[in-house]
Each structure stands twice: as structure tokens, then as C-alpha cells.
């Protein structure tokens, strides 16, 4: 349950909820206002096929809930989560240790467009990333900073993620995004020229109606088409989540993208 916050601190970054996910399995604290964890880290997190004593990179960490589902579901990896923004990493170090994952999952502040040095000869295993879901100038910007830097392009475009995380992962590893369907050209076309495996996983949010998010998985080094699956049907006619989508919010269940599951 979220905590009580005062609306006169409105713009005050230390007022923060504690919020459950997974089912009440893990406690996320973040900013009371602005941009808050919604379903996408969480379906991002169980997308990546990471395996036992595998690294894994988290790119815009947030307030680490990518990092902390994945960690849940898998033990024994070694997760590292980078954000640009302080007040984020501080958020994500409270959140890593009060779950107990300290052990699983190391956090750095840094910037993509000039990584931290203990970043620069690093790869590994998997990169996954939720960027920004709007270029600069294209919507309204909030009221609060945070939310704009989460949401909206800043020093980095689409494509300075897309070539980071690939600079970043392993030959044969992967690299996942989730973000709005309307920007899946742009990925595309980043890695069109790379030889690369690309997975398409589109999320609808009823049956019969236009796929919002979609999450694409990248096997760097592979050379095999394109696959585009059947995605995954989010909420039933009577707005609850469907069984495929409870198994994952709920219970922390991994998503096979090339299952292609409905």
C-alpha cells in the first residue's frame, strides 16, 4: 500500500511511496509524484533469458525495478544499473538493500553519451533498457523534472540508446527494450545494417485493439529474419489482467518472447 504524501511538497523530490509489486514480493520506493513504475520494467525484466552467474546491464535504471524482478527471478546473476539521475540511484540503493538483492545487483550513476569509466571495458551477457518514449519537443513536458528526464528525450535520442546497449552486450548476448510502438522503425532501423536477431513481441491491450507497447529483443552476432510474434493479450473484456499477464505482474514468471505467447 502507498504511504500518505502531502500535496503542498508537490515538487519535492524526497516525498516517496512505498508500493508493492509482484504480487506484495517486493517493495519499491519512489517519487510520490512524476513518473512511477507502471507494468513495462516489469514485463522488460522478465523478457531477459538470463541464465545462472550471467551479467546483465540495466540502462536507465530508474529506481532499480527492472533490476530487482529480474534478480527475484533469478538468483544467481549479477545485475549493474546506471542512471543519470542522483536522486534515482539513491532511491535504487534503498530499494536493493531493503529487498535483500544487495548481493545480486550493483548501481552506478553515469550517462550514456559519456559512460563512467568502470563502464568503458565492460560487457555483458544481457543489456535491457526502458528509454524514453518521446523525442524531444514531441509532448507536452510535466510539471516535474524526473517524470520529463524518464519519459521524454534529453542529451540521448532513441539511437544513442540503441548504439549504447549494443557497445554493451556481448557477441551471442541480447539486448531488450520495451517501448512504444510507434518508435519500433526507429530501433529497426538502427540495427538494420548489424548482424543481429530481432525479435518483435508486441503487447495489446485488449483483443482488437492497437498494440501501445511492444518489446523487442536483439541477438547481437545472429543472422536469422526478423520474427514478429503474437504478442501477448494484456486485460480481459472485464479490464482484469489476462492469465498470461497475472503469471507475470503477479508471480514474477519469465516471458519466453519466442513463444510468441496471446
Known amino acids: 500500500m502507498a504511504l500518505p504524501v502531502s500535496k503542498s511538497t508537490i515538487l519535492d523530490l524526497n516525498q516517496t511511496t512505498d508500493d508493492r509489486i509482484l504480487g506484495g514480493k517486493l517493495i519499491i520506493r519512489q517519487p510520490a509524484f512524476g513518473y512511477r513504475v507502471a507494468i513495462d520494467p516489469i514485463f522488460l525484466a522478465a523478457s531477459i533469458p538470463a541464465k545462472e ?10 529506481v532499480a525495478a ?5 534478480a ?7 545485475i549493474w544499473g546506471i542512471d543519470h539521475q542522483e536522486h534515482c540511484i539513491q532511491l535504487a ?30 560487457l555483458f551477457d544481457h543489456v ?21 528526464i524518464s519519459k521524454i528525450e534529453s542529451t540521448a535520442t532513441l539511437e544513442d540508446w540503441v548504439d549504447f546497449c549494443w557497445s554493451k552486450v556481448k557477441v551471442g548476448g541480447t539486448i531488450t527494450f520495451i517501448q512504444r510502438t510507434e ?42 529474419p526478423l520474427k514478429l510474434t503474437a504478442g501477448m493479450v494484456l486485460h ?5 489482467y489476462s492469465v498470461p499477464a497475472e503469471f507475470i505482474l503477479r508471480h514474477g514468471h519469465a516471458l519466453i518472447l519466442k513463444e510468441g505467447l496471446v
Open 183 to 224: 518508435r519500433l522503425p526507429e530501433i529497426l532501423n538502427v540495427v538494420s545494417n548489424r548482424a543481429a536477431e530481432i525479435i518483435i513481441f508486441p503487447l495489446w491491450p485488449k483483443i482488437n485493439k492497437a498494440s501501445h507497447r511492444v518489446i523487442v529483443q536483439i541477438y547481437k552476432g545472429k543472422t536469422k
Open 53 to 62: 552467474e550471467e551479467t546483465i546491464l540495466d540502462v536507465g535504471t530508474g
Open 93 to 122: 540503493k534503498f530499494n536493493v538493500a531493503n529487498n535483500q538483492l544487495h548481493d545480486k545487483i550493483d548501481l552506478i550513476l553515469g550517462d550514456i553519451v559519456n559512460p563512467p569509466p568502470t563502464l568503458q571495458s565492460k
Open 236 to 240: 480481459q473484456e472485464n479490464q482484469n
Open 66 to 70: 527492472a533490476a530487482l524482478c529480474l
Open 128 to 148: 535491457m533498457a526502458n528509454p524514453p518514449y518521446f523525442p524531444n519537443g514531441a509532448t507536452k513536458p510535466s510539471p516535474y523534472s524526473h517524470k520529463v
Open 72 to 78: 527475484f527471478r533469478q538468483k544467481n546473476i549479477n
